[in-house]
């Protein structure tokens, strides 16, 4: 069964710092990976959404990449701000969720 | 304004007591999703329907059920039987079941149940 794991937990940054949020997976043999934002008590919100053929994605400040191979994706974030605060998630599969990365950008 | 609501936000029952959650959306979209999420853990899926009339179960099905009458509607019902339901959940939906495609997400319904 497909494994998903973030890690750190949680990370803090002073604001303006470019920042890496990663996320392992077990099984190499998927078919996309889904980068999440959730706000202390809300629901999901999509960042980026990265097939298996594809080895990355950009919205913004945000760039998501994908190695298969290793069983790893990263989530850039550039020039970090306070509003970027909260947990992200990354999906493989659409169902395999991480337990998520706690981020905090202090102003 | 297009997206996927979930009422209510917060829901209180006493145990042995049936909850249902609404989720709607007007996407248009044909799959539905229902999930769970709890401190510290991934979210899990309940159940899903890739279309009306339809419905699977997912990894954690016992103790709840679900109805797809309608393309933009798929309530949930927590029954007495779900050992530990208080959790947070959230309904997301997808223009088809496909790995092609995202999947979006209400804002999530959190149940305490006492």
């Known amino acids: 069964k497909q494994e998903v794991t973030q890690i750190p937990a949680a990370l803090s940054v002073p604001e303006g710092e470019n920042l890496v949020l990663n996320c392992s997976f077990t099984?190499?043999?998927?078919?996309?990976l889904q980068w999440f934002r959730q706000d202390p008590g809300k629901g999901l919100t999509s960042l980026l959404l990265?097939?298996?053929?594809?080895r990355e994605q950009t919205s913004g400040r945000l760039n998501a990449s994908l190695d298969k191979s290793s069983g790893r994706s990263t989530l850039y974030i550039a020039a970090s701000q306070p509003g970027d605060s909260a947990t992200y998630l990354c999906?493989?599969?659409?169902?395999?969720f991480g337990t998520g990365t706690s981020l905090t950008v202090i102003p | 304004d297009g997206g996927i609501t979930q009422s209510p936000k917060y829901l209180f029952r006493k145990e042995g007591q049936n909850v249902t959650l609404s989720c709607e959306q007007n996407?248009?979209?044909?799959?539905m999703y229902w999930y769970r999420q709890d401190p510290g853990q991934g979210l899990r899926l309940i159940y899903y329907?890739?279309?009306?009339?339809?419905?699977q179960k997912g990894d954690i099905a016992e103790g709840y059920s679900v109805s797809r009458e309608k393309k933009e509607s798929f309530p949930l019902t927590v029954t007495s039987a779900q050992k530990n339901p208080t959790a947070f959940y959230l309904c997301?939906?997808?223009?088809?079941?496909?790995?092609?495609?995202?999947?979006?997400f209400g804002p999530g319904t959190r149940l305490t149940v006492t």
């Open positions: 990265i097939q298996s053929s594809q």
């Open positions: 997301a939906s997808k223009p088809r079941d496909s790995q092609s495609y995202e999947q979006y």
């Open positions: 329907s890739q279309i009306v009339n339809d419905f």
């Open positions: 996407l248009n979209h044909d799959a």
């Open positions: 999906a493989v599969d659409q169902f395999y």
């Open positions: 099984d190499s043999a998927i078919y996309n």
